[in-house]
């Protein structure tokens, strides 16, 4: 054994996993493709808030190398770690709208201190078993509605209407036709199970639209990146706070069992689960998570967190950190594709975000429909979301129905403690006045 493989070996311990470097690289490689998309996404959304585009990206693929690689020695799973979708578009379409980028980077931060302190002392287990199944999966949901809402919008499918608050977009226009366009191509990639489906989606629309005078050409695809000094440490914690704790309760719920979900998903499907049904390490993979996103917003991004695409590199046989460690690589290294990144139009990028809010949907199945009870705050959840065009606000519903229909139908033994304290912050949030 030569001795890099034996230093492989012993960091990563590959044979005890039944794996090796080659099967550990073309797993980091799978899985790099299938979510390089958030590379080009993030900054288009974040931008929006008046953030430099090429800071935005820089911060991005700096916080997910970073933290990817960080999850790889600390957790020696296969996991990749990046900004997450949903939030991103909660984080620059709600939070920086009434406060701020800073302000939305200071609720970020906070968030990621709780979720920090909560995964270090074990108290995250209590929340985990006091907040109901059908509120965790109808939040995801929610989300998924959310962000689709921003694509249609940011594609022109749809506009805003005086009459009817919101109509059919001009699709003979350029811009809407090209998202039409690519929303359909990345569509039957999905169907057809290519992999890497929406970042070869975004990159065939940004050539579809050259010829449609829609994608603007740059000099060159490589390039120098751009520096962080406009968006890094520029936390404002005053402007966080006066968002309330609902806010910040709204990004750490969203991050925590979004993290939990698809680490125990994708580990059970690939049989990485001990005899209990745990997984080993997941307080190290938390850490990790929480650690990421801290730094994220520190660098000028929104929440990082874990990646279901993971389970691409997963399905490859990826079993250690190893493939982590290959994808934190690919992200750092993406850094000098900020010019391709700059080319990139808005209306290529909107497909990426309803193909994800279709994937999103999947959760929908497993709550139980039957149970009025459980069906009805669920809803409420998953409907304010896109309605209200707050993930916050659909959450707080989401608590406050739960308990008034829960406890009036003669079921209040089945709530919670904790879940009637987070009904009582919820109406103070959504009727600040109140008290």
Not at 245 to 269: E, K, P
Not at 278 to 298: F, H, N, S, W, Y
Not at 325 to 348: K, Q, R
Request: glycine share 10%.
């Amino acid at each position: 054994m030569r001795e890099e493989e034996f230093l492989l070996e012993r960091l990563f311990k590959l044979k005890e996993n039944g794996t090796n470097v080659r099967t550990e690289v073309v797993a980091g490689v799978t899985t790099f493709m299938t979510m390089a998309y958030i590379i080009f996404v993030n900054p288009d959304i974040l931008s929006a808030t008046g953030m430099p585009f090429g800071a935005v990206m820089t911060a991005t693929a700096l916080s997910a190398g970073i933290t990817t690689i960080l999850a790889g020695f600390m957790a020696n799973y296969p996991y990749a770690l990046a900004s997450g979708m949903g939030l991103n578009a909660f984080f620059a379409f709600v939070v920086a709208e009434q406060a701020g980028w800073q302000a939305a980077l200071g609720v970020i931060f906070l968030s990621g201190i709780l979720f920090l302190v909560l995964a270090l002392t074990g108290a995250i287990n209590i929340l985990d078993a006091a907040i109901p199944q059908s509120l965790k999966r109808a939040v995801g949901v929610g989300i998924g509605l959310f962000i689709a809402f921003i694509g249609v919008k940011n594609a022109g499918i749809i506009q805003g209407d005086p009459a009817t608050i919101v109509a059919r977009g001009n699709f003979a226009a350029a811009g809407p036709a090209l998202a039409l366009i690519g929303l359909l191509i990345t569509a039957v990639l999905m169907a057809r199970n290519v992999r890497g489906s929406i970042l070869l989606g975004i990159l065939i629309t940004t050539l579809i639209g050259i010829p449609m005078g829609v994608t603007k050409i740059a000099g060159s695809i490589v390039g120098k990146p751009a520096s962080l000094a406009p968006i890094a440490f520029k936390l404002d914690f005053k402007g966080a706070f006066s968002l309330g704790f609902m806010t910040i309760f709204s990004f750490w719920f969203v991050d925590v069992f979004d993290t939990v979900g698809t680490l125990m998903g994708t580990a059970s499907r690939a049989n990485m689960l001990d005899e209990k049904g745990q997984l080993p390490r997941i307080k190290e993979m938390m850490t990790v998570d929480a650690i990421g996103t801290c730094l994220g917003a520190a660098l000028g991004t929104s929440t990082v967190t874990t990646y279901v695409e993971s389970s691409a590199g997963i399905a490859e046989g990826g079993r250690t950190g190893l493939t982590a460690v290959v994808i934190g690589i690919l992200f750092l290294v993406s850094l000098v594709f900020a010019p391709l990144a700059g080319m990139i139009p808005t209306e290529a990028t909107a497909p990426a975000l309803i193909i994800v809010g279709v994937l999103m949907m999947l959760p929908v199945k497993d709550i139980d429909w039957s149970d009025f009870s459980e069906a009805f705050p669920a809803f409420i959840t998953i409907a304010m979301m896109p309605f209200a065009f707050s993930i916050s606000d659909g959450i707080s519903a989401g608590f406050i129905s739960y308990v008034v229909v829960k406890a009036l139908s003669g079921k209040a033994r089945e709530i919670h403690w904790l879940v009637y304290v987070l009904a009582a912050i919820s109406v103070i949030h959504l009727i600040p006045g109140l008290f």
